[in-house]
């Protein structure tokens, strides 16, 4: 028996001042308390309790003894309720990680009613459109937008993206608008300022896919700020529709090449490290984003049909 079990035995005998009453609470017989009591006695090298046929009483070393287990087994008892607590009511710290254009538009929007659902959450956000490692960088849940490889992580998909080619208004007018790929060589075409795919504009042409690099006189590391580059006329955005449907919508961008699209989706993930114990913050955080993107996602009503 550990020195916690024996701890919380002598606290009983004392309690109850009683070996056999003690033993009926433990589920014991009273030869295994007394056999306890008395190890436990040989252990500290002192007696704790004074016997005699009629009580128990504690010596001075016993009493002394008695009061410092009281603390310790409360704060044993107080840290596994927390910990059943954690198993049932999100509760802590959630970190979270998104894509930069995603996590701007549509994951800081449901941490409101997240943390007014569960008050005793903390959310950390962190936007960035890098790959990161869950484990290394302590991430409970990440977004991700692209065709998993095989993997230990658990993904639950959530939506479907596709990136499209779109212009402002104003930009149309003053430059025209591109009938193939291959005219967009004469466009300005504003990509990211860091090595990625997504400068890679991929078409349907007629030998199949093909991958084309373009650029032109604006690059930024954000994919907030190239969206908000296109609608003010800078050039030609080739982007997901998530961060464009409602321009779109609102008339502020014009798809083009729509012809040329691939028409393989990329799915939409939150992924999250494989746990028997999915903890309660992730599962809370999991629902909410399944709720709000299926059965369909909330910029699907402003695509064009």
Aim: aromatic letters at 8%.
């Amino acid at each position: 028996m550990d020195k916690s079990s024996e701890m919380a035995v002598f606290v009983r005998v004392v309690d109850t001042e009683s070996f056999s009453q003690a033993a009926r609470a433990l589920k014991l017989t009273p030869s295994a308390v007394s056999k306890l009591i008395s190890r436990l006695e040989d252990r500290l090298g002192t007696r704790l309790l004074n016997r005699t046929t009629r009580r128990l009483s504690l010596t001075e070393e016993g009493r002394t003894y008695y009061q410092r287990c009281l603390p310790i087994l409360a704060a044993i008892d107080e840290a596994e309720r927390e910990l059943t607590e954690l198993h049932t009511e999100p509760k802590g710290l959630l970190k979270v990680n998104s894509s930069t254009a995603f996590g701007h538009m549509y994951v800081a929007p449901l941490l409101p009613e997240l943390l007014d659902r569960y008050p005793e959450l903390r959310v950390q956000l962190t936007l960035t459109d890098s790959i990161v490692n869950l484990v290394e960088e302590e991430v409970d849940v990440a977004i991700r937008i692209a065709r998993m490889p095989d993997s230990t992580l658990i993904a639950r998909k959530l939506a479907t993206a596709k990136r499209m080619v779109a212009a402002a208004p104003s930009y149309l007018e003053q430059y025209g608008t591109p009938h193939s790929p291959a005219d967009l060589k004469d466009h300005n075409c504003l990509t990211l300022s860091f090595e990625t795919q997504l400068n890679q504009w991929e078409f349907k042409v007629n030998d199949g896919p093909q991958h084309f690099r373009f650029s032109g006189n604006f690059e930024t590391n954000n994919a907030v700020a190239m969206e908000q580059a296109a609608v003010a006329g800078m050039g030609l955005i080739r982007a997901a529709d998530f961060v464009i449907a409602a321009d779109i919508a609102a008339g502020r961008l014009v798809p083009v090449l729509t012809d040329y699209e691939i028409d393989e989706p990329t799915n939409i993930y939150a992924v999250y490290s494989h746990n028997r114990h999915l903890s309660p913050k992730v599962r809370a955080f999991v629902d909410i984003l399944v709720e709000t993107f299926t059965p369909e996602p909330p910029w699907a009503k402003d695509l064009p049909k």
